[in-house]
């Protein structure tokens, strides 16, 4: 009887122990999954799933600083998708000046001229209002999977934060950074750094993300600042201060006639 | 017999010679005549330019500008202009005031930019300071052509017309950076078109009215220059005193530079300079138009050292022998020098009225030069060239004239 019994524990006991196993295996086997690196296509999908919205409505302040001191302008953003922008600038100076973005042509309008100025080409490297950042920056309608072919270099911190590092290589010709690395925030899919190169392999420009917050379940950097190493003695500051995503916009908001009127 | 007459004479016995010697000098002193002609007419072009277009007689700035002059520092800039048009009124040896501002600015036209230079000027007060009809090539001046809406009546240059393919009645819109670094834009509707002297201002730069350029670029009763002509008979240094003196009671004043045009670094500068390499440059030639006659006076000698001897014996002192072979040179010398200056003089004449077109040369060219120069002559280009020439010719021959005192009128006589 004694020795029947004994075997029923055995058994139960192996069972237990095998069954202990199992599920050792099995947890082992989720949280190893939990730490693979999504793709490169994946990151930078996820980081466009941040920054591109059905609408977006923001007041912004930039601030750009150079040899003689600094300029601040604020602005009113009005955004709708990836193709459509239309800036109108509040601050004093600047106020009723616009600049409207559409397709891979930016228009300018200025209360002082009788006609619209209509940048396209070359002409979209102006830089806005004296900063760091060009119209070619704020142009452009194909996302970063269209224009790139994108390759993981490694994991890295920046700002004790741990990123992604990719590099992005121009697939066309006609592109303003041919080469790019950026710095992908690991939790929030945010870009912490970007650094613009030229097609002879020179740094043109700088991005660094100071403060992200999050909106809507979109995380969102609302302090950029943006250097131009090809200008000495200058960089711009981006403060995004209000943001309002999948907002009703006016109609017609971003057509030329409402950009005159 | 006047050694002067023998030595003429002298200079007849082999005619062929003495002509190739005075031909090589003639030559030098022909091209150094056409150099300095040449060199005051730049001069005077350039001291034109600048006055009409870039600095006046006097001009007054804010003291940092030039420092930062690439980076278009509108901030830096007189302000109160009419306040210190005021004064300058008072001051005797002013005749004629240009308030300015000097800007850049865009145009984007056909796909293509454009890098512009645009003068605000007030053209009412252009009329005493210069002449501008001289210089339309087609159309009207900007304040006397009514243009509708928000267009400003401006003038451009004819190279830049052509470069954007602009006739009277075309209109372009022009992108600037403010006094505070902001942009605005303006919509210009061409009304003339000018024909600047200078090549480099012909293909950038436009004039549009003073108050419109201020509106374009938020610069509110300022300027970034005024630029100032004297009466005549005042030097510029006197005019720029005077000035500094009435400026004191001025606002702004310690940050005022007033300078005259001379004082200011320009391509005139560097021509002074460069004019005494110029004199060097003459010296060089003439040396070289001399070794013709230091060889004809050294074949010379030793040609006639019997006639040397024959003289000596005769009772010649050898000092009076020197003297006679030395003014057969120096006569060879002032003739080939007269011959050069005249010659000089005969082809820099109709040159000063048709001048040099150097349009082709002058293309991308920055300097404050013409593209035509008229050759000016002058006392230092015409009389100095003589005597100096004359005179390094004469000093070149005397070396070889000085061996006359180591031959021995025995030995002389005995030559072949």
Known sequence: MNTKRNVQIKRKSTALFAAVLLFAAAGHSISAQSTVRPSAEEIIRRLEENIIHDTARMEAEMVVHDRFGEKRTTMDIYQEGRVHTLIEYTSREERGQKVLRTQDEVYLYYPDAAELIRLQGAALRQSMLGSDISYEDVSGNKTILETYDLKFLSEEQVGGRPTYKLELAAVERNVAYPKRIMWIDRAGYVLLKNDMYSLSGRKIKEIVTEKVDQIDGAWIPVVETISDTLKSNSYTELVLQEIKLNVRLPRNIFSLEQLSW | ?416
């Open chain 2, 1 to 416: 017999m006047n050694l002067l007459v023998i030595a003429w004479r002298n200079i007849g016995r082999n005619r062929r010679r003495s002509l190739l010697s005075l031909s090589a000098v003639a030559l030098a002193a022909l091209a150094i005549t056409f150099l300095f002609a040449y060199l005051e007419g730049m001069k005077a072009d350039i001291a034109s330019n600048l006055i009409n277009h870039y600095t006046g007689e006097v001009r007054i700035r804010h003291e940092k500008y030039e420092d930062f002059e690439r980076f278009n520092p509108l901030h830096l800039r007189v302000q109160d202009a009419d306040r210190v048009i005021e004064i300058l009124g008072s001051v005797e040896e002013v005749s004629a005031v240009s308030p300015r501002i000097a800007f850049s600015g865009a145009v984007f036209k056909d796909e293509r930019s454009y890098g512009l230079r645009g003068l605000g000027i007030d053209f009412v007060m252009e009329r005493d300071y210069q002449d501008l009809s001289h210089i339309l090539f087609r159309g009207s001046l900007p304040d006397e052509v009514r243009v509708e809406g928000r267009r400003v009546p401006a003038a451009v240059g004819r190279g830049l017309a052509d470069r954007m393919d602009l006739e009277p009645g075309d209109s372009f819109t022009l992108l600037a950076t403010t006094m505070s670094r902001g942009n605005n834009a303006m919509t210009f509707q061409i009304t003339g078109i000018l024909n600047f002297p200078v090549g480099s201002l012909n293909g950038t730069t436009f004039m549009a009215p003073l108050p419109a350029v201020q509106r374009l670029l938020r610069m509110d009763g300022s300027v970034t220059e005024v630029l100032v002509k004297g009466h005549e008979g005042f030097q510029p240094s006197e005019t720029a005193s005077s000035i500094a003196q009435a400026l004191t009671a001025a606002p702004q004043r310690e940050e005022l530079i007033i300078q005259p045009w001379n004082e200011i670094e320009s391509t005139y500068n560097w021509l002074e300079t460069a004019s005494v390499i110029y004199n060097f440059i003459a010296l060089f030639f003439l040396i070289l138009g001399s070794t013709v006659i230091i060889n004809t006076v050294v074949m010379t000698v030793f040609e006639r050292k019997r006639e040397i001897g024959t003289l000596a014996a005769l009772g010649m002192q050898q000092r009076e022998i020197i003297r006679l072979f030395f003014f057969e040179a120096a006569i060879m010398s002032f003739v080939g020098s007269l011959f050069g200056v005249l010659l000089g003089i005969g082809i820099v004449l109709p040159l000063s009225r048709t001048g040099i077109d150097l349009t082709n040369a002058m293309e991308g060219v920055s300097f404050e030069i013409s593209n035509v120069i008229y050759p000016e002559l002058n006392l230092h280009s015409t009389l100095l060239v003589l005597i100096y020439s004359t005179f390094v010719a004469s000093v070149a021959s005397y070396i070889p004239v000085r061996g006359i005192s180591k031959i021995a009128p025995v030995e002389a006589l005995r030559a072949e």
